[in-house]
């Protein structure tokens, strides 16, 4: 019976230990993807980056990229056709050698291979390093905002001493098509602008890219805007107007309609008028009615 309850307590560490070693194969994962991991001089080298969320329902994401500064020139970040629509601190470069980012994804996802954004570096040295994420952390769309388990890939490069060849010019992008159908939307939060209302908005063009916006509020005139843009009217009682604009001058319009802010009932005055009198005629008629029931 003791070596039965011995071989039961084993069974169970072996159970548990089992469990939390296999625990973080199921956590969301950050990777890597590049199609080549060995440049030269002067080539550049791009990076993909993804997320997998492990069949957990994520709205939010955010980290830094650390990169090997001696190695490697920052030239690029792409973010077009990113799963990230509401950029709380788009992809940028801080301290020469890291990359912060922090995003939303309204409404969730949950897929395997959704595309963050892509990094382009220039090689500038020979040598190995390597690139990795730092201060990951991938939130979950649960009402809470409830931090789940988070994994990244690291990913090694090398640098040969030839330089690059010359390589021809690529030809002219050709591109005719407006950016992809989008929806502006209106969002509000402790965090963000002292809880004022803003607007996110995030468009595609799978042609040459957009390029930037432009927002219009009222009569107003149209204005460059980055999302998240701060509404100038709180009031939201007038239209709103987002322009798309892609790389080779293109258009996209969306529009958020409002009807006019109305007047409470007591506010309007005549109306109010109004009604004292037909309350004062039917008063009286009745009155008199019932006089005339009595004599």
């Given at each position: 019976m003791t070596k039965f309850l011995k071989f039961k307590n084993y069974f169970i560490v072996i159970i548990f230990g089992l469990f939390f070693i296999a625990a973080p194969c199921f956590a969301a994962e950050i990777f890597f993807e590049s199609k080549n991991?060995?440049?030269?001089?002067?080539?550049?080298?791009?990076?993909?980056?993804?997320?997998?969320?492990?069949?957990?329902?994520?709205?939010?994401?955010?980290?830094?990229?650390?990169?090997?500064?001696?190695?490697?020139?920052?030239?690029?970040?792409?973010?077009?056709?990113?799963?990230?629509?509401?950029?709380?601190?788009?992809?940028?470069?801080?301290?020469?050698?890291?990359?912060?980012?922090?995003?939303?994804?309204?409404?969730?996802?949950?897929?395997?291979?959704?595309?963050?954004?892509?990094?382009?570096?220039?090689?500038?040295?020979?040598?190995?390093?390597?690139?990795?994420?730092?201060?990951?952390?991938?939130?979950?769309?649960?009402?809470?905002?409830?931090?789940?388990?988070?994994?990244?890939?690291?990913?090694?490069?090398?640098?040969?001493p030839q330089t690059a060849e010359i390589q021809e010019p690529k030809p002219k992008i050709t591109d005719n098509e407006p950016p992809e159908l989008f929806k502006p939307m209106i969002a509000k939060d402790l965090s963000i602008f002292d809880n004022?209302?803003?607007?996110?908005?995030?468009?595609?063009?799978?042609?040459?890219?957009?390029?930037?916006?432009?927002?219009?509020?009222?009569?107003?005139?149209?204005?460059?805007?980055?999302?998240?843009?701060?509404?100038?009217?709180?009031?939201?009682?007038?239209?709103?107007?987002?322009?798309?604009i892609d790389k080779t001058g293109n258009e996209r319009i969306a529009i958020i309609s409002f009807p006019k802010k109305q007047r409470l009932w007591y506010e309007n005055y005549l109306l109010f008028a109004i009604l004292l009198l037909v309350i004062f005629i039917i008063c009286f008629a009745l009155n008199k009615f019932i006089k005339n029931v009595k004599n």
């Open positions: 991991h060995n440049i030269k001089i002067n080539e550049q080298l791009e990076i993909d980056f993804f997320i997998n969320t492990e069949n957990e329902d994520i709205n939010a994401t955010e980290g830094k990229i650390l990169f090997p500064a001696e190695f490697l020139i920052l030239k690029k970040i792409k973010d077009g056709n990113s799963i990230v629509n509401f950029w709380v601190e788009r992809p940028i470069i801080k301290h020469n050698n890291k990359i912060i980012f922090a995003g939303i994804i309204p409404g969730g996802y949950v897929e395997k291979r959704g595309y963050l954004f892509s990094v382009v570096f220039q090689a500038k040295k020979q040598g190995t390093g390597i690139i990795k994420i730092d201060g990951l952390k991938i939130l979950l769309n649960d009402g809470s905002g409830s931090e789940t388990g988070a994994t990244a890939q690291s990913l090694q490069f090398s640098v040969s004022k209302y803003f607007l996110v908005f995030a468009a595609q063009d799978k042609g040459s890219g957009i390029d930037y916006y432009k927002v219009r509020e009222g009569e107003r005139s149209f204005v460059i805007a980055k999302s998240p843009y701060l509404l100038q009217n709180q009031n939201l009682n007038e239209k709103i107007i987002v322009k798309a």
